[in-house]
């Protein structure tokens, strides 16, 4: 049984510029869930996805975006990348998105925003 | 507003010392309450959850929580610290609904020294 991966594990990009990062779930879990870490702080909810649509969102402007793929590995996009955007980007999955408790988190993805 | 507060940003302790990390939070429903860890290069391992019943909770590595409503508190507590555990604590909050969407505090880092 495989944990939850992303990649790629550090990105550095231009302030304007697009990125996207990956996330691959826990065998078994259909749910996938989106934290934005700066340095300091404690992870910030940005999205979460179940069976492919959104099941949720945080206070996070429209250009964070993401998909859910049918194998439910899932993708954050983020457009017109600002310098603010620097942060540890860490997906985490879970059976579900029922009271469980169960959700395991990626060893996150380094973003800086120069 | 919901929201959790960690008032320690930073505790050292000496190994084989007795270890307490507080966590105070703000929740309009019945909170389900969660401890994580994080080691540095490294995403959030689940220590321990508390969801209902028993206000003490045990979880991995020795770590035990105490639910306490009339304080709104949820503190991680160890009898005897060992080097490994010298990592970043986050309490964290999460709603009877949906417990992936979680509010974390900004975390304790805790030093161990031999």
């Known amino acids: 049984e495989t944990g939850v991966t992303q990649s790629p594990t550090h990105l550095i990009k231009t302030r304007g510029q697009q990125v996207t990062l990956r996330c691959s779930s826990q065998?078994?879990?259909?749910?996938v869930s989106w934290y934005q870490q700066a340095l300091g702080q404690g992870p910030q909810f940005i999205f979460q996805?179940?069976?492919?649509?959104?099941?949720g969102r945080g206070n996070f402007p429209p250009r964070f975006s993401g998909l859910q793929f049918p194998n439910y590995s899932s993708e954050l996009n983020v457009n017109a990348l600002e310098l603010d955007d620097s942060a540890l980007y860490l997906c985490?999955?879970?059976?579900?998105?029922?009271?469980?408790?169960?959700?395991?988190f990626g060893p996150g993805t380094r973003l800086t925003v120069t | 507003a919901q929201s959790v507060t960690q008032p320690d940003i930073h505790i050292t302790v000496s190994e084989g010392a007795s270890l307490e990390l507080r966590c105070n939070y703000s929740?309009?429903?019945?909170?389900?309450l969660f401890w994580y860890v994080q080691s540095p290069g490294q995403g959030l391992q689940l220590l321990l959850k508390?969801?209902?019943?028993?206000?003490l909770v045990q979880g991995i590595k020795g770590f035990e929580a105490e639910f306490k409503r009339s304080q709104s508190s949820f503190n991680l507590r160890k009898p005897s610290v060992h080097w490994s555990d010298a990592a970043e604590y986050f309490c964290?909050?999460?709603?009877?609904?949906?417990?992936?969407?979680?509010?974390f505090g900004t975390g304790t880092r805790l030093q161990v020294f031999p």
């Open positions: 065998s078994g879990h259909n749910t």
């Open positions: 508390y969801f209902s019943g028993d206000t």
């Open positions: 929740y309009g429903a019945t909170p389900y």
């Open positions: 985490a999955s879970s059976p579900g998105p029922i009271p469980s408790g169960e959700q395991y």
């Open positions: 996805y179940y069976r492919e649509e959104e099941n």
């Open positions: 964290a909050v999460g709603g009877s609904y949906n417990t992936d969407k979680l509010i």
